[in-house]
């Protein structure tokens, strides 16, 4: 990210030299962006709706009929008021005439500075480093899904039917090793297109699927408080389930690392932030409803043993070719959203070797492609060491740790207080200069300190639920 930023400030600044200002470009030198409210809603509902949405039937069976729904709709609505503190920090330091900033961790530095750009940015690629492996995790969880529902079909609902997960693994990292040697992710826009498309269509079967069951009046049961004490579990297991599926709703609604991003794709009239305000408040509004959708007929058709992921736990078996169909969409967004989350760490580390070792060929030369030399695509020595090597240590951190639940919820708590709140609500105190002891200050803090909270239970649950998993599980023996 920081590798696109420095790009665009290069490029503003040679604009500006040569006097290359008119109706094509925009205020900082730039090619005239011509992004819309539209535009703008497709990509927030895009970035929030992903693998996520799968793990919100289970959430909900630990929290009940009450809980489950009241902890999306206060999750969408902090998410929707600290994206709006964030929207208004994409020029600085008026938000409408201010300086633009590229990126997340740009809008820190302007806003605030000091220790918590660090912050961000430990924070912020951390996220992005977990958010591999979780989908290398679930990619493969839904690929070995095709071939289990194919024998439950064949053998009957009784039968063994195990698959592992590790070939998929390596399938899906040898998939993910060459889509990586693109130099960037401009060249995928069509990968990008068809993760959308994909993501839209396994909600919408797995919907369907829970409308039917429920439909045929299953013999599940469910409660106000979810998953009941003596019963389902220990009162242990309940306080860390409930914590745990925290975690989940927290992953399911991260999209602040790429709100910045996505409004540097707006025109300039109207103001960017009003139009962004809007765009999050149309793309949260529509994935809630999908997610309450989801979340609530996930629980409704399973009951308080809900499975973790929807369409892979085997509550559904028929229509088998359905279910395989949805999982095919899955590992195919997941190809996509994959890139979109690792190409900024890609970029980052690209940019610093370059500005060390400016004459090494190692580093910096481009070889042509030769059997295509049509498409303009190169091979890059250290592109292709780094970017393999980095593909093939997050396959190998999702074999020892292949537990979709557990890992979506570690990241989704970890990330859920820095990024889309803690350093919104900072950002917002600094450039409206809210007097210290104020009540808006007051109530800022207090919103920061309770989502605090709230990342730390959400991170402790689902840790305690990785460290369960992990005594009574063998690396690559343990068939998954």
């Known amino acids: 990210m920081d590798a696109e930023a420095d790009h665009k400030n290069a490029f503003a600044m040679d604009m500006a030299e040569k006097g290359n200002v008119g109706n094509n470009v925009d205020d900082d030198g730039q090619e005239k962006r011509h992004g819309t409210l539209a535009t703008a809603s497709a990509h927030i509902i895009t970035a929030v709706i992903g693998s996520g949405v799968l793990s919100l039937a289970w959430a909900n069976a630990q929290l009940g009929w009450v809980a489950g729904p009241i902890a999306l709709l206060i999750f969408s609505t902090i998410t929707w008021y600290t994206s709006t503190l964030l929207a208004d920090c994409y020029r600085h330091p008026d938000p409408v005439t201010g300086k633009r900033n590229y990126t997340y961790t740009e809008a820190v530095r302007a806003n605030l500075g000091g220790y ?15 958010v591999t492996i979780g989908y290398t995790i679930t990619a493969s969880i839904s690929m070995a899904a095709i071939p289990r529902s194919n024998c439950f079909h064949s053998q009957g609902h009784e039968a063994t039917c195990d698959v592992s997960n590790y070939k ?26 068809l993760a959308a498309v ?22 599940v049961r469910t409660s106000l408080s979810g998953v009941t004490i003596g019963t389902d ?72 043993a809900a499975p973790g992921n929807f369409l892979t736990g085997f509550g559904f078996y028929e229509p088998f070719w359905l279910v395989n169909v949805g999982n095919v969409f899955v590992a195919a967004h997941l190809i996509g959203a994959y890139q ?17 070792w400016p004459e ?29 090597g980095f593909v093939v240590v997050t396959a ?51 919103l920061s300190l309770l989502c605090f909270f709230v990342s730390v239970v959400a991170a402790l649950g689902s840790f305690k639920g990785l460290a369960t998993d992990v005594r009574k599980y063998r690396p690559f023996q343990t068939v998954n």
């Open 396 to 446: 190998v951190v999702a074999m020892i740790f292949p537990f979709f639940n557990d890992f979506l919820g570690l990241i989704g708590a970890v990330a859920f207080w820095p990024l889309t709140v803690y350093l919104p609500v900072e950002m917002r105190i600094a450039q409206a200069k809210i007097p210290r002891g104020s009540p808006t200050w007051l109530t800022l803090k207090l």
């Open 198 to 219: 994909m993501s839209f269509s396994y909600s919408a079967i797995a919907l369907g699927l829970s409308i039917a069951r429920v439909a045929e009046k299953p013999d």
């Open 360 to 388: 090494s060929s190692f580093v910096c030369k481009e070889y042509a492609v030769k059997p295509w030399p049509a498409t303009g695509l190169s091979l890059n020595l250290l592109r292709l060491v780094w970017r393999s």
């Open 116 to 130: 918590k750009v660090a912050l961000c940015g430990v924070a912020q690629y951390c996220y992005l480093i977990g």
């Open 168 to 193: 998929y693994m390596v399938i899906f990292a040898s998939i993910q090793i060459v889509f990586s040697q693109i130099p960037n992710f401009h060249n995928l826009w069509w990968l990008s297109y």
């Open 233 to 304: 579990v220990t009162g242990a297991e309940k306080m860390w389930r409930t914590f745990q599926s925290l975690g989940n709703i927290a992953f399911a609604y991260s999209f602040s690392t790429l709100l910045i991003e996505i409004q540097d794709t707006l025109k300039s009239t109207p103001p960017e932030n009003k139009v962004m305000k809007k765009a999050t408040f149309v793309g949260i509004s529509t994935t809630t409803l999908i997610y309450l959708l989801c979340g609530c007929m996930g629980y409704a058709a399973f009951g308080n």
């Open 340 to 356: 979109v989350f690792g190409q900024p760490i890609f970029q980052f580390v690209e940019t610093k070797c370059q500005r060390r």
